[in-house]
């Protein structure tokens, strides 16, 4: 029994001594990935009130389907899963987003969404807002 605890004396300080030699190790440090954004905008456009409403849903939109034109009083996001979202605003263009892409509809714009492409678009639209606040309104008509 002697010998064996000899032996793992020997062992521990010749570990220790081969560890002095090599020096300090530095401690493992993980660092987290940095933050990457699919969208980020400023805006002073999103609501203040008691309470609000966290809404989020999801939409397909078949090829060749065109929204109506429509208004929101409450900023909405949309990400793009699938596909490429074409959201026209009215006499500004059409602008263009594809999956993984994300946009920030502007608040009392006229605007609609379709698909212009051959596959359907697969969408999840986020809005938070007061309860009471419709999601869109639909525009008038000129």
């Known amino acids: ?5 000899t032996v ?4 521990c300080l010749a570990l220790s001594a081969q560890a002095q ?3 300090p190790q530095a401690p493992a440090v993980t660092h987290a990935p940095p933050l990457t954004y699919v969208l ?10 008691d309470q609000l409403e966290a809404r989020v849903r999801t ?9 109506e034109w429509h ?4 900023p909405v996001i949309v990400y793009v899963l699938e596909g490429t979202l074409s959201i026209e605003v009215k006499d500004r263009g059409t602008m263009q987003h594809k999956g993984g892409e994300a946009a920030m509809e502007p608040i009392n714009t006229v605007l609609r969404a379709m698909n212009q492409g051959q596959a359907p678009v697969k ?5 938070v807002s007061p309860p009471e606040v419709p999601f869109s309104h639909p525009a008038p008509q000129h």
């Open 1 to 5: 029994m002697r010998s064996i605890v």
């Open 123 to 127: 969408l999840v639209i986020f809005q």
């Open 21 to 23: 030699q090599q020096g």
């Open 40 to 49: 980020k905008e400023v805006t002073t456009d999103f609501p203040k009130a």
């Open 59 to 67: 939409s397909t939109i078949q090829p060749g389907a065109v929204g």
């Open 8 to 11: 793992f004396a020997c062992t």
């Open 71 to 74: 208004t929101h009083a409450i």
